[in-house]
């Protein structure tokens, strides 16, 4: 039931972006960012957009391997890591290497949420909630698949 809460949560703020914001500090500037990331990259990377539920590339891969940033190729997330959260989007327990990620407050969509970006890049990744395994440390990294791509092992 939490689960489907917590989709219902996340679905609200699909579709809406909270424009970029000049005080937000990325490596690149946007229009560098625009030439390097496709359009879905840049819509989730960049203006910190939530692609569909259930409707995305990894949500429901099981292969083993590791997940990398879609701007730079650091290792983000293990396949080690994953779980199926119900939510349709990538949800693993923990980052590969907390040291590339860092949680920031998220305000938009009306909510109060933590936000995971890429430390190196400061682009936007998804949002960790504490609604994961309580057996694997409680967290639920909340990806969005167009901000990463699958390496298989």
Same mark, same amino acid.
């Given at each position: 039931?939490?689960?489907?809460?917590?989709?219902?949560?996340?679905?609200?703020?699909?579709?809406?972006?909270?424009?970029?914001?000049?005080?937000?500090?990325?490596?690149?500037?946007? !229009?560098?960012?625009?030439?390097?990331?496709?359009?879905?990259?840049?819509?989730?990377?960049?203006?910190?957009?939530?692609?569909?539920?259930?409707?995305?590339?990894?949500?429901?891969?099981?292969?083993?391997?590791?997940?990398?940033?879609? !701007?730079?190729?650091?290792?983000?997330?293990?396949?080690?890591?994953?779980?199926?959260?119900?939510?349709?989007?990538?949800?693993?327990?923990?980052?590969?290497?907390?040291?590339?990620?860092?949680?920031?407050?998220?305000?938009?969509?009306?909510?109060?949420?933590?936000?995971?970006?890429?430390?190196?890049?400061?682009?936007?990744?998804?949002?960790?909630?504490?609604?994961?395994?309580?057996?694997?440390?409680?967290?639920?990294?909340?990806?969005?698949?167009? !901000?990463?791509?699958?390496?298989?092992?």
């Amino acid at each position: 039931m939490l689960a489907v809460i917590t989709a219902f949560g996340c679905q609200q703020s699909c579709g809406q972006v909270k424009k970029y914001d000049p005080k937000r500090k990325m490596s690149k500037t946007p !229009a560098e960012w625009k030439k390097l990331l496709t359009p879905n990259q840049y819509y989730i990377m960049v203006e910190s957009g939530t692609e569909p539920p259930f409707h995305n590339a990894y949500h429901d891969n099981h292969e083993k391997g590791v997940y990398v940033s879609a !701007a730079t190729g650091e290792v983000l997330f293990s396949s080690a890591d994953k779980f199926d959260s119900g939510t349709g989007w990538p949800s693993f327990v923990k980052a590969a290497d907390p040291k590339k990620i860092e949680i920031v407050q998220d305000n938009s969509a009306g909510m109060t949420r933590d936000e995971v970006i890429e430390r190196s890049t400061g682009l936007h990744l998804g949002h960790v909630f504490d609604d994961g395994p309580t057996d694997r440390g409680g967290k639920r990294y909340c990806m969005n698949s167009g !901000a990463l791509k699958f390496i298989k092992k």
